[in-house]
């Protein structure tokens, strides 16, 4: 079978995960996230994240982490600003419009929201109240397409909404790949400063399945778990993501994880590099975008499987190829002996 | 530290899923419920219940089910009628509600629904369009206190329902733990024959979390997956649900388990029975509710927890105990031991 | 044809209200509300509750003021408690359910909520966040059986409200037939005073349409244009409310006409009383409810037209008699010659 | 005081639905638009447009009717497409979203879809179920910049929605103004054939308030007045609807005052063409987007009030004005002169 670079979550969990679940088994424990694991992990996270004063909640996936914080959030009458590419604008059925909420999009270079973008959506709604309130600003770290932010924009957006009376709201499907890249400039306390909250991803960087939600701002805490169990969101059995955070926060696992996911990609990426391709778009997480003429993609998907992303010309598409935390170094170095063979 | 009676779902999972989720860690699988396990396990299901025409489709949790199944079947003038103590009605948080329905609720004595008692909200909303129109029926099976349905109640409420254009829902929670007990007389076949759709329950009964809806009708299928998506129900990692159920299904693993949990509650009710305790209802499934005075409780709780479920009189309250899967032979005598002692 | 006392809608609007049409027509104004006609609707209106820092909007309905007013106080995970015979709870086909928040409905005698109704709905909803958080109290008055909150009753009721941090809500479809009932001992002022947000009935007391919401507490006012808009509730003609509430306001037309439904319903029931007949309810507005045989309600069929209400026993039924602005003493007097043959 | 040219809805009634309203005042009539007047315009609605088997409603506003419509024909999981300046995208503070959809916005020229922009919104959309389903088509006649479909754009656009089973809904609040315009070429009949909804707008056309919402598509109209009452559209006195419509749709007086209105509008744009004025666009209808510069704005405001509606570049605007059923002679011919002086 050919392996495949499609996503991160095609795998199972990082085998500490499966010997604590083991080893916790038949261990009784309060339901709904009460039990001794989630406890721990929040506090690991708090510490990790240097937000002593943050609220900690663990979901199953990153639609549910993002249709639940939003509309707990907002107000009937207050949208959402996100990129184009954003995963909630694109990617989610309308998870944000089912609960009442409208998402004004910008188009972007890279996939990254700036403060001018904001204001351009908050200039062309001021016919009030024909027109709606922004209210939250949605950004993903790193985004759909690989890119992240450096401290200096995070830390502008993060003003601008401040000035503004915005609520910023960071995706952290893969916030471990951002802030583990070489190019990253953002520390773990700051994400923590420069957000109102945010989430750690657990799906795409060894759990089995969770996500963390992070509240920072604690005007925004107060009595979410209503909205947790209102949106299927709390799971009676919540020690299956207790023991899976309290694991990957153990010791750095995560990032430790992410690291490598991001090592494998780049690895590949200096490949493409040697044999003068070109990218989609400049990344240094776990996504990469080469390239590609028709034949090249061809012998590459002999051995490969990957998603053809976008066309570029009608020769040419650019590929997505995304590492884990799962990637062997045997993988990599078969897939860059494929890559050499294409010059 | 006690043991605690509180519920089914204080331990982990049986271990033959902790083994199988090791066992196929590594293997690559598709996202999304497109897994070979899901797929597998969606067949045995089906086969299980001899619904060739199912759709099957792997949830998270039971608020989930519900919220989705309830949402995705309606449209927007529709309501539901539920038992007064339905979970949907009392225990979700306004999952229903939120997604824009009201429930009607009935009092039953016993916690199932009959024919008359939806004919009687049917009477009472005649007044069209100022009142709604009612459309979905909801049971739970075993109910919340325990009771169960028998064949000629389903089919009655079924054919009922057919007469009415009503959509009939059982919520499974605990479905093991009713076709299991010793008076049930409704077969896997017919509870496919008899609803419209249903779930069934992994989280109380042996899997780390999870359940499987089952949609037996036809004109009810279609496109459901959006609404999973769209409700934070369609997880990445679906294979988590898949290999679960996989392994619950296969060789009949889930029934007994159910079946185990019932056992175990039949010998601590035949213990008070025989000091002569009454019950507040007469139940043959994996929950109890003996009757006990003041002194009595507080004897059985220096070595056990479980909640206090209904103040009775002054003196007499009845109590909750839940046994699972995971409840011993040693657990149960040891407290068989204590209720000798109550006398 | 037969006189309806069916309801209070059936006719058109007071000539001083046609006549201001007339002579305003071809005035130009602002749209949406801002037109001079509504400004000084709101005025008179404030000056009549003694409310001066109330913000006050006109609707052209009562259940698009109810279903505006209470999803613009909530926030998702709040509901409402509602009698149960609520104008909300039965007629409104599920409007409020619509914008996401369930109603806990509360069984009376009276169609009148008191506290205790309320601390009772809360004790039962403790096991949070399985159980909604409840939010806004709903209550009418005049109730939908005629009945009207007294003094006391309004102000031990907001009291407790406060204590718990509800809000109160009062739908005044035919506030104006409450506060001009002979028994009533509530102000003007009180109103206000005592509730957190209500609302003054056009449409059942003269007016062609529309409904005055007022809205006394300040923390509620903030940003509720933008609910009407999103909810259908602003029109850009707004100028065809203001013209009507300034009149209706203006030397008191509004209260005349609501004193004049309420005189005719008593000199009904007098007549009633006179014959011996029992009542549903003891009410002194403009709803009565006479308990009638079979043979007396054929009788009074014959030149009027009104609903059976409810049936009390195999011989017995309550009849419901609605008057109105629009009810004439030649009306009446005809319709009372009729009741003095039933005897 | 200045005439002001900024919408059509600045005045109150046509003179003839004033005497109407009077001369009907004390009819008692049923409520909830099963008066004989709602009944009647219906019927003459359905002759005018040629649809015997429409299912007709009178609702107070286009929002409401939209919102109404829009939720009504929907499931959860279905989404709208629109044109980037469609009303309901920009101008109803998120009302469609409110109910749960998600509007697909397409910029175009000149404010109307084509087949081409919906196939690309449909190609855009392809990764199922992660991405919405396509279900229903908003267009405004006369669109929201004045202009007007063509016979073959509507046919077109009907049959491609037909092929990709997609519902095809108008917004009618200015049909009267499209239809009656001198380049239009689609009769009242094609109107109805060529769409499965629309609506004719009362309230910009000589109306007190009032949209008629006309569903021909007989697969929509099943329990529509479910909709109409839980989004609070469904009036108590529908009779102030019933009587306005019918008034309008007898003898055509709805479209000569459309065809008033545009007529003015013509008026004065040959003004301004006269004097070598560009437009914004080529409007037929009662808008007209003249392009001037600062000073000649300057001038034009003097005596009268309009919009100044979009910055062309830094020495010219677009002003835009409108003209309705109550622009007089004289108001244009002073208007015009003003104009002059502009060369």
Redo the contacts between chains.
């Keep these: 079978?050919k392996?495949?670079f499609k996503?991160d979550?095609?795998?199972?969990?990082h085998?500490r995960i499966?010997d604590a679940?083991?080893k916790?088994?038949?261990?009784?424990?309060?339901?709904?996230g009460l039990d001794e694991y989630s406890l721990q992990a929040a506090k690991f996270i708090m510490e990790k994240f240097d937000a002593p004063n943050a609220a900690v909640h663990l979901v199953?996936?990153?639609?549910?982490?993002?249709?639940?914080v939003i509309?707990?959030f907002l107000?009937?009458?207050e949208?959402v600003v996100a990129a184009h590419i954003g995963h909630i604008f694109?990617?989610?059925?309308?998870?944000i419009?089912?609960?009442?909420?409208?998402?004004h999009s910008v188009q972007t270079i890279d996939g990254k929201l700036r403060p001018a973008d904001i204001q351009n959506v908050m200039n062309e709604h001021q016919?009030?109240?024909?027109?709606?309130?922004q209210r939250l600003v949605y950004i993903s770290n790193s985004t759909e397409t690989g890119t992240i932010y450096s401290k200096q924009e995070l830390q502008e957006l993060y003003e601008f909404c401040k000035s503004k009376n915005l609520i910023l709201f960071m995706d952290g499907a893969r916030l471990g790949h951002a802030l583990t890249a070489e190019t990253n400039d953002v520390t773990f306390a700051e994400v923590a400063k420069f957000t109102d909250a945010f989430y750690l991803g657990g799906?795409?960087n060894g759990a089995?399945?969770g996500e963390a939600i992070i509240i920072n701002n604690p005007a925004l805490q107060d009595?979410f778990?209503?909205?947790?169990?209102?949106?299927?969101?709390?799971?009676?059995?919540g020690?299956?993501l207790g023991i899976q955070f309290q694991e990957l926060m153990r010791n750095n696992l995560y990032f430790e994880l992410a690291d490598h996911a991001n090592r494998q990609a780049m690895k590949i990426k200096a490949a493409f590099s040697e044999i003068g391709c070109d990218f989609l778009s400049e990344t240094f997480t776990n996504q990469i975008f080469p390239v590609l003429n028709a034949k090249q993609i061809e012998l590459l998907s002999e051995n490969f499987d990957f998603y053809i992303w976008k066309k570029i010309n009608n020769e040419k598409s650019a590929i997505r190829l995304i590492t884990s935390w799962?990637t062997t170094d045997e993988t990599v170095a078969g897939f860059i002996n494929e890559i050499k063979k294409l010059k």
């Design positions: 079978m392996y495949s996503n979550y095609s795998e199972g969990a085998p499966l679940l083991t916790h088994n038949l261990t009784q424990q309060s339901g709904y199953s996936g990153g639609t549910q982490a993002n249709l639940t509309s707990a107000r009937p009458h949208s694109t990617n989610e059925s309308g998870a419009e089912a609960t009442g909420h409208k998402i016919n009030i109240p024909h027109q709606l309130k799906t795409k089995l399945i009595e778990e209503f909205h947790l169990k209102q949106k299927g969101a709390l799971l009676a059995k020690r299956l799962a």
